[in-house]
C-alpha cells in the first residue's frame, strides 16, 4: 500500500513537472505579450510622462493620473458616452440577433447559404464598413438619403453625421448592422442544443407556441445568450475604429478608447493616456465579473 | 530507465518548442527587414543598414532615411541620383506608409527611446515645433548658413525654425488655394474675389448657373483639415493663434470676427454636410460641378480635372480672399521638411547634411518637381521655364504659395490642434455661441500652455 501510495506521489510529482515544462513555453509568451503589458501600463499610469518633456525625468506621482481623469470633463464625457453607446447597441444586437437566430434554428430551404450570408457584415473590417456606412449617410450622393427620400420620410437631403443625435443613430445603425449577425450566430449554437424531443412532448402537453418558447427557449438557451452579450457588451465598450473613422469624435461621439488613444499616441500624454486605458481594463473586468456571476448561478440553478 | 526516457523526451520537446518559437521570432525579423513599409517594424532594416557599414569595402557612410510612400517612388529616383553620383555615403531608404498618424508615431517611438536606426526623417511641418521642444531634432544651423535658406520660400523656413534655430530643412512644401469655375465667372463678366464679402455676392448671383448649387466648398469636419481652413480666415480677418510671445490670443474680436464669417459659408453657401466634410467629401461635390468655389490643396488642380471630374478645363485658381482687418491673403502651409536625429554621431550628422544640402539644390528640386508634382520649398524652381511648361499652374499658383503662412507652432500642438477642431467644430454646427465657444478655446489652451 505505502509502496503505491508513494510511487503515486512521485508519478505525478514528476507527471506535473513535465506538464509545467511543456506548458512553460505557452506560459511565458503569455507572461511577455499579456501580463507584461498591463503591468507596464499600470506602471506607467503612476508616472508624469509626457513623451515631448523628457526633462521632468518622468516622475512617480502616485494616483494623480486618476484623480485627474475625475476632473477631466472631457474623460467624464466620453465614458458617458462609451455606456451609452454600448447598452443602445447591445440591446439592438440582443433583439434583432435573437430573432434571426429562431428565424435559422427553422428547417428552411437554403438555410445553410443564409447562415453563411448572414455573417457576412461581420467578416467585413470595421474600418471598412465604417468607410462605407459614412458613404451611405453622406449629405449629397448618400443611399440612406436616397431611400429615406423616396419613402417620403424626408423631404431634402440630410447631413446625419453633422449634428449629435444625427451621428449617434449612425453609430448604433451601423455597429448594430455589422455585430448583430454575430450575436445571431452565436444565439444560434444554443437554440440547436436544444432537444426536438422537449418541444414534441410541450406541444404534446399542449403548450403553444409562446409557452413553448418561454419555457424551453429561453431558460435553456440562456448561458449561450449571456456569453455572447459578455464579448458583445466587452466589445462595444472597447469601440474604437468605428468611431475613429466615421465621425473622428465630432458631435460629442468620442468614446473612452477614442480618447484614451488620442492622449496616448497624439497629445504623448504617456502617464495621463495609461491610467484612461487601466480605466477601461477595470470596467471591463468589473463587466467581466458581473456577467460571470450571472452565469455561474444559473450553472448551479440548473444543477439544483 | 522508462522515467528517464520520458525527461530527456520532455525536456527534448521543450527544446525543439522554444527553438521553434526562436525561429519563428527569427522568420518575423527576417520579413521585416525585407518589407520596410510596414510602420513600425522597420527598426531591424535600419539596423541591418549602419552592421553593413563596416563589412563594405569602400567603408561608405550610411544614411538611413525615412518618410511615407506617398513620395516613396520619385523620392527613390531622387535618392538613387545622390547615391550614384558621389562614392562616400550611401542613403537607404525607410519607407512608412501613406498616414501621417503612423509616421508620426513610428517615429514618435524610435526618437523617444533614442533609437539611431534612423538618420534623416521626412517630418510633416506640423510636428517640427513638438520634436524640436522634445530635443529630438539636431540643430542644421550649424551645416547650413542664410545662402540654403535665403532661395527658400519664407513661411516654409518659419514653419522649419523653432526658439530661433533651424531645426529642419523644408523639402517640398503644399498650400491651400482657392480655386473657382472660370466658365461661371465668364458667364457672369465677374472678376476673382478678393473679400469674403465678395465671394458671397458673388455666390448670391452664381447659383443655377452652369449646374451651380453650392458658392462655397471647403473642409470642416473635426480633423486638421478644420484648423487649416479656420486659421485662414482667422489670419484673412487679422487675427492669429498666439501673439509674438507665444501667449493665446483666440478670443480677439478679430478671430471672432474670422469664426462668424467662416459660419455663414457653412451656413447659407456650403452644402449642408461641409461639417463633416474632409479633402475627399468636398471634392467629390466639386467635381460633379455643383460647387462655384472650393478652398483645397495645390495638388487638386491636377487631381480636380482629371477622368471622373466634370469640370476638366473649367477650374481657375486664386489667392483666398480676405476679410475686414485683413491685410493680405494667407494660405495655410502644408509639406515635408528634412530633419536629422539628433542622438547620431557626429561623423552621421554631416553625411546627414551633406545629403539633405542635395536634396534642396535648386537643380534637384526642379527634377523632384518634375517627376512627383510636388510644390517646391526653393523659389527659383516657380520661374524656371521647363517647369511653368509642364505645370502652367504654377504661375498663378506662386503668387498664393508665396503669401503662406504655417500653422501655429506649440511644443503643444497636437493639443492646440485638438482643441481648436472641438470647439470651433462646434461653433459651425451651430452647438455652441462663437463667442462662448473661443472664450472656452482661449482658456483651454491657455491651461495647457502654462
Known amino acids: ?304 | 530507465m522508462k522515467e528517464n526516457l520520458k525527461r530527456v523526451l520532455g525536456l527534448g520537446l521543450t527544446l525543439i518548442m522554444v527553438l521553434s518559437l526562436a525561429a519563428c521570432g527569427g522568420k518575423a525579423q527576417t520579413e521585416n527587414v525585407g518589407n520596410t513599409t510596414e510602420g513600425t517594424t522597420t527598426e531591424d532594416s535600419g539596423k541591418e543598414g549602419t552592421v553593413t557599414e563596416s563589412a563594405e569595402p569602400t567603408e561608405k557612410i550610411t544614411i538611413n532615411f525615412s518618410f511615407d510612400q506617398g513620395v516613396g517612388e520619385p523620392t527613390q529616383e531622387i535618392v538613387d541620383q545622390f547615391n550614384a553620383s558621389q562614392d562616400k555615403i550611401e542613403v537607404k531608404t525607410v519607407l512608412l506608409p501613406q498616414d501621417a498618424n503612423v509616421v508620426h508615431d513610428d517615429f514618435v517611438n524610435k526618437l523617444a527611446t533614442g533609437d539611431t536606426s534612423i538618420d534623416i526623417m521626412g517630418l510633416d511641418v506640423v510636428y517640427i515645433a513638438e520634436f524640436a521642444s522634445a530635443g529630438w531634432l539636431a540643430d542644421l544651423g550649424q551645416y547650413f548658413d542664410n545662402t540654403v535658406t535665403d532661395t527658400m520660400i519664407k513661411g516654409t523656413v518659419d514653419a522649419a525654425t523653432y526658439d530661433g534655430k533651424l531645426v529642419a530643412m523644408p523639402w517640398f512644401t503644399n498650400s491651400s488655394v482657392l480655386f473657382y469655375r472660370k466658365d461661371v465667372l465668364e458667364k457672369l463678366g465677374a472678376e476673382v474675389p478678393t473679400t469674403y464679402d465678395g465671394w458671397m455676392k458673388l455666390a448670391d448671383n452664381a447659383v443655377g448657373i452652369n449646374g451651380i448649387e453650392y458658392g462655397a466648398d471647403f473642409q470642416a469636419s473635426q480633423s486638421e483639415a478644420l484648423v487649416c481652413n479656420w486659421v485662414e480666415y482667422v489670419w484673412n480677418h487679422g487675427g492669429d493663434i498666439f501673439d509674438s510671445n507665444g501667449k493665446p490670443v483666440i478670443n480677439s474680436t478679430q478671430n471672432v470676427a474670422a469664426t462668424t464669417t467662416m459660419k455663414k459659408l457653412v451656413d447659407e453657401y456650403a452644402p449642408e454636410g461641409v461639417t463633416t466634410y474632409a479633402e475627399t467629401e468636398s471634392e467629390q461635390v466639386f467635381k460633379e460641378g455643383k460647387c462655384l468655389f472650393i478652398r483645397d490643396w495645390s495638388g487638386f488642380w491636377s487631381s480636380g480635372q482629371g477622368e471622373d471630374s466634370k469640370v476638366t478645363g473649367m477650374i481657375g485658381a486664386t489667392t483666398l480672399p480676405i476679410g475686414e482687418g485683413g491685410t493680405e491673403p494667407h494660405s495655410c502651409l502644408g509639406g515635408l521638411d528634412l530633419v536629422v536625429n539628433t542622438n547620431i554621431s557626429d561623423t552621421q550628422k554631416e553625411a546627414a547634411a551633406e545629403f539633405i544640402r542635395y536634396m534642396v539644390s535648386a537643380e534637384t528640386q526642379k527634377n523632384m518637381t518634375l517627376i512627383s508634382s510636388q510644390p517646391p520649398v526653393v523659389k527659383d524652381v516657380y520661374k524656371d521655364a521647363e517647369i511653368l511648361e509642364k505645370i502652367p499652374f504654377y504661375a498663378d499658383f506662386y503668387s498664393v504659395i508665396e503669401g503662406g503662412k504655417s500653422r501655429p507652432q506649440s511644443p503643444k500642438y497636437a493639443k492646440v490642434s485638438d482643441a481648436i477642431q472641438r470647439h470651433i467644430h462646434q461653433a459651425l454646427t451651430g452647438e455652441v455661441e462663437i463667442q462662448k465657444a473661443l472664450d472656452d478655446l482661449q482658456a483651454e489652451v491657455e491651461e495647457f500652455s502654462k
Do not use: C
Open chain 1, 1 to 304: 500500500m505505502r509502496k503505491n501510495i508513494k510511487k503515486h506521489n512521485f508519478m505525478s510529482s514528476t507527471e506535473a513537472r513535465d506538464a509545467w515544462l511543456m506548458m512553460a513555453p505557452a506560459l511565458i509568451v503569455l507572461l511577455v505579450i499579456a501580463v507584461y503589458p498591463i503591468i507596464r501600463t499600470f506602471w506607467l499610469s503612476m508616472h508624469e510622462m509626457m513623451l515631448t518633456d523628457p526633462s521632468s525625468g518622468y516622475p512617480y506621482i502616485g494616483f494623480k493620473n486618476y484623480f485627474n481623469i475625475l476632473k477631466d470633463k472631457k474623460a467624464i464625457e466620453a465614458i458617458l458616452f462609451t455606456l451609452k453607446f454600448t447598452a443602445t447597441t447591445v440591446s439592438f444586437e440582443l433583439i434583432i440577433g435573437y430573432a434571426a437566430a429562431l428565424i435559422m434554428n427553422k428547417a428552411f430551404r437554403g438555410k445553410g447559404l443564409v447562415r453563411a450570408a448572414i455573417l457576412i457584415p461581420w467578416a467585413i473590417p470595421t474600418s471598412v464598413s465604417a468607410l462605407m456606412w459614412k458613404f451611405i449617410y453622406n449629405d449629397q450622393y448618400g443611399l440612406f438619403n436616397d431611400v429615406l427620400y423616396r419613402l417620403g420620410v424626408i423631404h431634402s437631403y440630410k447631413a446625419w453625421l453633422s449634428t449629435s443625435g444625427g451621428s449617434f443613430m449612425a453609430l448604433v445603425i451601423t455597429d448594430v448592422w455589422k455585430t448583430a449577425p454575430y450575436m445571431a450566430l452565436l444565439i444560434l449554437a444554443g437554440l440547436q442544443m436544444i432537444s426536438e424531443d422537449l418541444y414534441e412532448a410541450a406541444k404534446i402537453d399542449g403548450a403553444g407556441v409562446i409557452k413553448r418558447f418561454i419555457y424551453i427557449t429561453l431558460p435553456i438557451a440562456k448561458n449561450t445568450v449571456i456569453v455572447a452579450l459578455l464579448f458583445r457588451t466587452l466589445d462595444a465598450f472597447r469601440v474604437f475604429d468605428l468611431i475613429s473613422v466615421m465621425t473622428g469624435g465630432a458631435n460629442r461621439t468620442e468614446s473612452i478608447a477614442v480618447y484614451s488613444y488620442k492622449n496616448l499616441m497624439k497629445f504623448l500624454d504617456f502617464g495621463y493616456g495609461s491610467a484612461l486605458a487601466v480605466l477601461i481594463f477595470i470596467v471591463v473586468f468589473i463587466i467581466s465579473l458581473i456577467y460571470m456571476r450571472f452565469l455561474g448561478n444559473k450553472l448551479t440553478d440548473m444543477e439544483g
